[in-house]
Structure formats: structure tokens, C-alpha cells
């Protein structure tokens, strides 16, 4: 494991293999909350808190309980309960510090239990069979990839919310063209490393 190796694994989960561009995980979100800037970067930054200490937790629980005991077939479930959990702890604390963002969230904060984001970066770290560095580098570059996506998205949307957008493109409509030229120009990083 090398500096190298691990910039890799960060530049590969934010650019290469997006997890809303290339891998079409993390939609509901992506196109609910990324109307505003402001409530964007409120769902990027608990996005990356719930996926690094999950990821974390789960590679813990993984290597720790569920491998000794012979149970890792119970991987999916352990994960699934872990973040529940701790999405719910998030959501408390949020609500408590912060009573704006809570409200601009909405309904998609406690939707980050079942965002299959989450759950993926769990997983893919042990199917990778990443060791504990590589897995805390991997869960920040995933989760800072789909904030960084979900905050070009939303500054995009404000801007086509104040032009004259054609009756039948407007909503969602331009924004599914528009977050599919992303992923296109997102393809351009392939090559990257």
C-alpha cells in the first residue's frame, strides 16, 4: 500500500467509477434534493459523514464479528441494520444542530438508510477486500465524488430554473438531459489512471 495506491483508490471513487454517473447508484437523492445549492451541499456532506462511518463500522463488524463467527453470509442484513442506525443517529444530531438543514432535507435525509449508495460502498470495500486505510480513503472519495456531482447538478438546475426551457423539457425532463451529458463528460476521466 503505497500513497500512490491510495490517491488512486480517492481519484477512482470520485471521477472514474462516479457512483451517480457511471454506476447509476444514488438517483433518488441526486435528483430529489439537487434543486438548491444549499440543501446539495447539506446532502453531500451527511452523505459522506453516513458513508465513512458506515463503511468503517461495517468493515469492522465484518472483520471482527461476522468472519470469526463463521457468519458472513449475514453480511447484507448486519450492513442494512448497521446503517439504519447510524442514519438515525445522524438524523438526530442533525435536527439538533442544525433545524434549517434539517428542514430543507426533508423527507431525503432519513431516505439515506435506504440509499443503496451507502450500502454499496460497504460492501465494495470487503468485495474488494480493501484493508481498513484503503477502505477509509475509498469511503471518503465515493461520498465526495456524489457531493461533488450533486453540487455542479444543483448549480446547473438553479440556472436553468431562472431560462426559458421549453414547456416539455422543464422539471425533471432537463435535468435527466443534463445529468446525462455529465455522465458523458464524467467518461472523459476513464482514462485517468
Known amino acids: 500500500m503505497t500513497i500512490g495506491s491510495l490517491f488512486t483508490i480517492l481519484i477512482g471513487g470520485m471521477l472514474i467509477n462516479n457512483i451517480i454517473l457511471a454506476r447509476f447508484i444514488g438517483m433518488c437523492p441526486f435528483m430529489g434534493v439537487s434543486t438548491k445549492l444549499s440543501s446539495a451541499v447539506g446532502m453531500g456532506i451527511a452523505v459522506i459523514f453516513v458513508v465513512f462511518g458506515a463503511s468503517v463500522m461495517s468493515y469492522l463488524l465484518y472483520y471482527f464479528v461476522l468472519v470469526p463467527l463463521n457468519i458472513t453470509y449475514m453480511r447484507l442484513i448486519s450492513f442494512i441494520l448497521l ?111
Open 83 to 193: 446503517i439504519a442506525s447510524f442514519v438515525q443517529f445522524v438524523e438526530m444530531f442533525i435536527k439538533k444542530t442544525s433545524p434549517s438543514l434539517y428542514k430543507s432535507l426533508g423527507i431525503y435525509l432519513p431516505l439515506i438508510t435506504t440509499n443503496c449508495a451507502v450500502l454499496y460502498v460497504a460492501i465494495d470495500n470487503i468485495t474488494q477486500k480493501y484493508n481498513l486505510i484503503e477502505t477509509m480513503v475509498n469511503s471518503i472519495g465515493v461520498p465526495a465524488g456524489f457531493m461533488l456531482v450533486l453540487v455542479i447538478f444543483a448549480t446547473i438546475r438553479e440556472r436553468l430554473s431562472g431560462n426559458d426551457v421549453p414547456k416539455a423539457f422543464q422539471g425533471n425532463p432537463i435535468a435527466f438531459v443534463v445529468a446525462a451529458i455529465m455522465a458523458i463528460a464524467f467518461g472523459a476521466f476513464a482514462g485517468l489512471v
